[in-house]
């Protein structure tokens, strides 16, 4: 019998990523869970991980250090995966509403943020990540 398997978000960040579904902001929320790994693993990822004055964010991660860098790979890929979904069917897009002063969003005026956003922490993460490799 196998055990059941671990959820790699907490119930307070599935929350966040199911609230956050405009793509630039799903990538922030990701990316910050993350980084919330990284610091419970003790490892500065150069990340957003402010205070949560709000509480929305619940407690801090836990598990092994072996599951908290899975749980760090497995929420690279669900990025990832959100993104090339969006890229495949660009039309599936979800946008917040704007204000009466602002103009809709499009899908250039979010995707393209969204790819920066997830470009820019997988330059933070790498090399952290090859040194996780090295002393294993």
Known sequence: MQGQRRDYLTDDEIEL???????????RV??????????V????SNGE??????????PAPSGTRV????????????AVDDI???AER???IVVEEPDKKQK????????????HILAAAAKRYEPLLKKELENT
């Open 17 to 27: 990523v199911r609230d956050a579904q405009q793509i630039d902001l799903r990538i």
């Open 30 to 39: 990701l990316t910050r869970a993350i980084d919330r790994r990284f610091a």
């Open 41 to 44: 693993l003790g490892i500065s």
């Open 49 to 58: 991980v402010p205070k949560d004055k709000s509480g929305s964010w619940g």
């Open 67 to 78: 599951e908290l860098l899975d749980d760090i790979k497995r929420i690279i890929q669900k």
């Open 84 to 86: 090339d979904n969006l």
């Open 90 to 92: 660009p039309d599936s």
């Open 104 to 115: 809709p969003k499009k899908y250039e005026d979010v995707f393209p943020p969204a790819v």
